[in-house]
């Protein structure tokens, strides 16, 4: 059976309401501060709407991520190196880590507001597992390097989102100094495997 194409209106609820969303975590100061009454009302839809298509907060920023992320996925799937899959690990790595990095620069208020919402982990969302798991599995083809389950996690650390903005907001560490930091940092650990 063939899967059936949303509504118009209903993409185009959807596309309000993440352009909304947007907006707002952008422009707040906590991403606590935004609610789906908030949202609702910049998209210009009922709260009902918002609740039926991304079941809560959590859900719709999900959703709002997931469609950010989409290019992302597609160029480490399907992609040429150094994200594609057929580049080598100690290419790879760095180039992921790069790639997860500026995705949180870009989306910085997204990516924070991903990581503090619902009582979920941080650690259990789809794309943090995702990550995880690619690296790991790319680590685990590094000679010499051992633990790659705490090694992945130790370099994905290093982009939370928390830390990004601390260091990109708060102590305006500028975004090429940041991305020579986390390169200079995942050179050492990935030389220290071999």
């Known amino acids: 059976m063939a899967e059936r194409k949303p509504r118009k209106d209903a993409a185009r ?12 975590f952008a422009e707040c100061r906590s991403p606590d501060e935004v609610t789906m009454a908030d949202i609702a009302a910049a998209a210009g839809v009922g709260k009902g709407t918002l609740f039926r298509a991304f079941g809560d907060r959590t859900g719709l920023i999900h959703a709002l991520v997931s469609a950010r992320l989409e290019p992302l996925r597609v160029a480490v799937e399907e992609g040429p190196p150094p994200l ?21 620069l870009d989306n910085r208020h ?15 969302t789809d794309h943090y ?18 633990g790659s389950d705490f090694t992945a996690h130790a370099l994905l650390a290093a982009t939370r989102a928390d830390l990004v903005e601390y260091l990109a907001g708060q102590k305006a560490v500028p ?20």
């Open 84 to 104: 594609g899959p057929d580049t080598p690990p100690l290419e790879r790595v760095p180039a992921l880590l790069d790639a997860v990095l500026c995705f949180k």
């Open 129 to 146: 597992e995702r990550w995880h798991a690619l690296l790991r599995d790319l680590l685990d083809r590094v000679p010499g390097l051992s």
């Open 175 to 194: 975004r090429e100094e940041l991305r020579a930091q986390l390169a200079k940092f995942t050179a050492g650990v990935l030389g220290s495997g071999t």
């Open 110 to 124: 997204l990516a924070l507001a991903l990581e503090t919402s619902g009582s979920d982990s941080p650690y259990s």
């Open 13 to 24: 609820n959807r596309a309000a309401a993440f352009a909304a969303a947007d907006t707002l």
